[in-house]
DNA sequence: TAGTGGTCTAGACCACCGT
DNA sequence: CGGTGGTCTAGACCACTAA
């Protein structure tokens, strides 16, 4: 009844314990090891089986709950669910994305300035009415393909993006080298017909279909650190997310 | 030092303390009580100040957190994110969360009949080759404007739709009502052009972009119950989401 | 009825932050 | 250094499910 999925744990790493449990569990998931519907638990035995209090294990099942690999159903015990697991979106940028997948993303500044925002920036970013935003455009290819067409704005304390290359890395990884923590993303997605210079930038006829993002990013204490519109081609790019109802 | 929020505590309410709390602090967030950067906290007097032990407080703070309404920081304290909030995207239908925004949204049932599924669906719902399921199709409108034209594959042993009128209420209600508990959803937006037909029925022109998804959803047994493919008129319709790192 | 997850308690030690 | 959140323990009682 207990399909032993050799968890193994190290007490003296600074890694949390729930944390080691989740990443091996997830591991067995995404091998196939724990196939679908497979039960696993109960709680008490498996926190038993490791050594671990029942809150700890509860906090490692949950963090896949989250992720929308298990499923806990009160009386019955714990499944995994079935389907191909794609992974979530997270804070991350388009370039961050793509290098993950082994892509070579290219990035193209095309303006970077020190602005005045007009009155939806500076709503969006919280801003005083006197305060400098950097204006950043940029294309993103992968190979010879334009993907995607960037604009992005950032108060000026929170980067300075003239000390960065941007050509060699995505924005979020310099705003987090500059030691920005970024904690929360507010967006929206929707689609719309692309402009002129905007279809020649990516190669695309003018009314071509594109999609479209929008969203502010908060940091660790809650203070607007970008806002930026994208405009994707939508036969190179989609949005995937899961959902869990608790 | 302590913006007294004033929270009240039903110990005889079958409704969770940590939900409690974490309902009444949303409230204040929302209705600005507690203001973007505001410090609540910290989690021992808070726990103290209810009389709830400290994992209790912590798990209504987590609440708010996951929600993106809340930030913390070690050594420092929690705080509210700035920004204006929108809910975030939940298991839902889109005519729940037309219903919710007070529209009166209208469908109109195209197709609705009992067929053997081509590989691709029966691949999503991980049925077995010779199974059957539902194909619905629907289009939904706000007044007199067509919004979405909607296309859905249910298997047959989830829910007889026959017994629905689907005029009158949304899938995932009906779902809902048939005993489904849908648990997770794996969903992915895209954009397109419109085709003729399609065109025709959400009164756009040939060509024009359309905002699509397509979503898989499962239920508390890990079980796919549910696959379909949507597409919305963009000028009418937007996905917004809360990302949040931990 | 037996077994499962859901909630809750009352502590403890640690890591990190700002002063 | 004091104060904060992050983790962890060892229990307890309850609600729900399935046999």
Do not use: C
Not at 102 to 117: F, N, S
């Amino acid at each position: 009844m207990h399909p032993h999925t050799h968890i193994t744990l190290d007490r003296s790493s600074p890694v949390p314990l729930y944390f080691q449990v989740a990443e091996q569990l997830e591991e067995a998931i995404l091998t196939g090891t724990l196939g679908a519907g497979e039960r696993i638990g109960n709680e008490v035995a498996l926190a038993a089986d490791l050594g671990l209090s029942r809150p700890t294990m509860r906090q490692a099942i949950q963090v896949l709950v989250d992720k929308g690999l298990l499923v806990r159903k009160r009386g019955v015990g714990t499944q995994v669910v079935a389907g191909r697991v794609h992974r979530p979106l997270g804070l991350t940028s388009l370039y961050d994305d793509l290098m993950k997948a082994g892509q070579r993303p290219r990035t193209v500044v095309l303006k970077m300035d020190v602005v005045y925002p007009d009155d939806q920036v500076r709503a969006e970013l919280r801003l005083a009415d006197d305060a400098q935003v950097w204006y950043l455009e940029r294309l993103r290819s992968v190979g010879s393909d334009p993907l995607a067409h960037m604009t992005n704005y950032l108060p000026t304390d929170v980067v300075d993006l003239a000390a960065v290359d941007l050509g060699e890395t995505g924005l979020y990884e310099a705003m987090r080298r500059a030691g920005v923590v970024m904690r929360v993303g507010r967006q929206r997605i929707s689609a719309r017909r692309a402009e002129a210079a905007e279809a020649r930038m990516l190669g695309e006829s003018e009314g071509a279909p594109l999609l479209t993002m929008e969203r502010t990013t908060y940091d660790d204490a809650g203070r607007a650190v970008e806002y930026g519109t994208h405009a994707y081609r939508p036969d190179r790019y989609s949005f995937e997310s899961t959902l869990v109802d608790r």
